[in-house]
């Protein structure tokens, strides 16, 4: 079983629906990150959080917010989907500290119409 | 805000040949880091450092904090390391990562 797992990992949907992508870990790492990636751009935060009760923006949090539920899970919702958010989306973990790398999710290929 | 550039943004390469895949940052950094996007899309951590050198079988990654520059060399190249590599950088006192835009390599058998 992976040690990071997004679901789903496709979604098609409409402009205007509320969509929720989850992510779950089995690593048991304090920090818990949501990324974009775009065609030509490099990966961008989207938020980050550093243990449950903590919830930080990222660089491109704008039309979206995150739930941490419990350690192990934090989740990423679109209010209401509109098409430039289609992208994929990544969820990654890490241990605190300079040197501990993140370890990443498959992904989630999402496409609004 | 740091700025990450890779280079070359593409690479096609013959089985066998010896890669050079290079990352250069704008502003001091605690640590790089050198991932790996497969084709289906996922990502996978290959290295973290942040002085010298580090070897993973064929893998090798090099940083030289003075010129800002790291390199990921692929020895004995094979078709199987077809995907794009990705370098990020941490600033220090921030554990959030800066990605350059990835290098996309294709070994040809």
């Known amino acids: 079983d992976a040690d990071v797992t997004q679901t789903p990992r496709n979604r098609i949907t409409k402009t205007g629906k509320r969509i929720m992508l989850e992510c779950s870990q089995t690593?048991?790492?304090?920090?818990m990150y949501w990324y974009r990636q775009d065609p030509g751009l490099g990966l961008r935060l989207i938020y980050y959080?550093?243990?449950?009760?903590?919830?930080n923006k990222g660089e491109i949090s704008d039309g979206y917010s995150v739930s941490r539920q419990a350690q192990a899970k934090f989740s990423l919702s679109l209010e209401s989907a509109i098409p430039n958010q289609t992208a994929l989306y990544f969820c990654?973990?890490?241990?605190?500290?300079?040197?501990?790398?993140?370890?990443f999710g498959d992904g989630t290929r999402l496409s609004i119409l | 805000k740091n700025e990450v550039e890779q280079s070359p943004q593409n690479l096609t390469a013959q089985e066998g040949e010896f890669i050079t895949i290079n990352c250069s940052y704008s502003?001091?950094?605690?640590?790089l880091h050198w991932l790996q996007q497969h084709p289906g899309g996922g990502i996978v951590s290959l290295f973290m450092?942040?002085?010298g050198k580090k070897k993973h079988g064929r893998l090798i990654a090099t940083i030289n904090i003075q010129e800002k520059h790291s390199s990921l060399h692929i020895t004995a190249s094979h078709p199987r390391d077809s995907a794009v590599y990705i370098c990020?950088?941490?600033?220090?006192?921030?554990?959030?990562?800066?990605f350059g835009t990835g290098t996309r390599l294709t070994i040809i058998p």
């Open positions: 450092l942040s002085s």
């Open positions: 990020a950088v941490r600033d220090f006192g921030n554990e959030k990562l800066t």
């Open positions: 990654a973990t890490s241990d605190p500290g300079q040197l501990q790398p993140q370890h």
């Open positions: 959080s550093f243990d449950v009760k903590d919830i």
């Open positions: 690593k048991g790492h304090d920090r």
């Open positions: 502003v001091g950094i605690s640590a």
